[in-house]
Nanobody, 124 residues
Framework: QAQLVESGGGSVQAGGSLTLSCAAS?????????MGWFRRSPGKEREMVAAIDIRTADPYYADSVKGRFTISRDIRLYLDMNSLKPEDTGMYYC???????????????????WGQGTQVTVSS
């Protein structure tokens, strides 16, 4: 399992923006097949926010963030979050999968490596 390290979380007001970043310590993310961002919000189960096929850069988004969030990658994985809402509050985790798979709708159980998370708090 690779060590993933997230950064970029923080506190913003509704309508604001944040960019999350995820680095793979000692690895190139090109070794992964899929990478994704998940969040765990208070009182809710962990949910996939966005995922990306590392080779093709094809993105996939949860309906709740489409048009507001953008996932991308270069040597790191990023999540640009715009028009943030209070319901976007939560701990955001970076995840990676090394095995070949369709990255669309890939559940968290299919990812091999996880970061420790970075907190995002959106106030109204």
């Amino acid at each position: 399992q690779a060590q993933l390290v997230e950064s970029g979380g923080g506190s913003v007001q509704a309508g604001g923006s944040l960019t999350l970043s995820c680095a793979a310590s000692g690895y190139s993310i090109s070794l992964f097949y899929c990478m994704g961002w998940f969040r765990r919000s208070p009182g809710k189960e962990r949910e996939m926010v966005a995922a990306i096929d590392i080779r093709t850069a094809d993105p996939y988004y949860a309906d709740s963030v489409k048009g507001r969030f953008t996932i991308s990658r270069d040597i790191r994985l990023y999540l640009d979050m715009n028009s943030l809402k209070p319901e976007d509050t939560g701990m955001y985790y970076c995840a990676a999968r090394t095995g070949v798979s369709s990255c669309a709708l890939l559940p968290g159980s299919q990812y091999d490596s996880w970061g420790q998370g970075t907190q995002v708090t959106v106030s109204s």
